[in-house]
T-cell receptor, first 115, second 116 residues
Framework: GAGVSQSPSNKVTEKGKDVELRCDPISGHTALYWYRQSLGQGLEFLIYFQGNSAPDKSGLPSDRFSAERTGGSVSTLTIQRTQQEDSAVYLC?????????????FGPGTRLTVT | AQTVTQSQPEMSVQEAETVTLSCTYDTSESNYYLFWYKQPPSRQMILVIRQEAYKQQNATENRFSVNFQKAAKSFSLKISDSQLGDTAMYFCALNANAGNNRKLIWGLGTSLAVNP
């Protein structure tokens, strides 16, 4: 079946503009995660959705970052008034909740460049 | 607090040789899963291998195997017969099933270069 998809693959934006990044998880996966990865670095957790529960937003770096998940499926990560330090790869992952291991399946990421 | 530590930021190996990547972790949970993920230059994160803490037998997937030492809280990855395509960042991760919060705890990664 189809894996996790993300769009756009690459995004270049000017400082101060807003951007929206999209994630389409694997069908049936009710848990969804967003991560940020700077060049050559590890994964920085941003936000986690599970079913109808309130999302875990503990990783969002500032109030310029927000995310929503509509209908328990597609998620959008929005960054307002982008700054150069927001430049990174944004990864989305999803998990089958019934899977005890909570193994995460990743999308290909969106590379965001803020000029 | 649960932690995952990868003490080798960078490693290299000659093609066809064997290399071992280290990972140590800490958790107070009795059952948990450990994972190794691979991220090649294409940046697609791929699961390499998983290990359930209750299982004493070390997991194996083709050329990839783990050495799981539960008492020592160590989970190393061995890559045999290294291939150029194994060049990637390797991340160790822990899922300790703590309550309803099912986030993975990630190490900082090891960059592996396989040289011809």
């Amino acid at each position: 079946g189809a894996g996790v998809s993300q769009s756009p693959s690459n995004k270049v934006t000017e400082k101060g503009k807003d951007v929206e990044l999209r994630c389409d998880p694997i069908s049936g996966h009710t848990a969804l995660y967003w991560y940020r990865q700077s060049l050559g670095q590890g994964l920085e957790f941003l936000i986690y959705f599970q079913g109808n529960s309130a999302p875990d937003k503990s990783g969002l770096p500032s109030d310029r970052f927000s995310a929503e998940r509509t209908g328990g499926s597609v998620s959008t990560l929005t960054i307002q008034r982008t700054q150069q330090e927001d430049s990174a790869v944004y990864l989305c992952a999803s998990t089958l909740v019934a899977s005890y291991s909570y193994e995460q399946y990743f999308g290909p990421g969106t590379r965001l460049t803020v000029t | 607090a649960q932690t995952v530590t990868q003490s080798q930021p960078e490693m290299s190996v000659q093609e066809a040789e064997t290399v071992t990547l280290s990972c140590t972790y800490d958790t107070s949970e009795s059952n948990y899963y450990l994972f190794w993920y691979k991220q090649p230059p294409s940046r697609q994160m791929i699961l390499v291998i998983r290990q359930e803490a209750y299982k004493q037998q070390n997991a194996t997937e083709n050329r990839f195997s783990v050495n799981f030492q539960k008492a020592a809280k160590s989970f190393s990855l061995k890559i045999s017969d290294s291939q150029l395509g194994d060049t990637a960042m390797y991340f160790c991760a822990l899922n300790a099933n703590a309550g309803n919060n099912r986030k993975l705890i990630w190490g900082l990664g090891t960059s592996l270069a396989v040289n011809p």
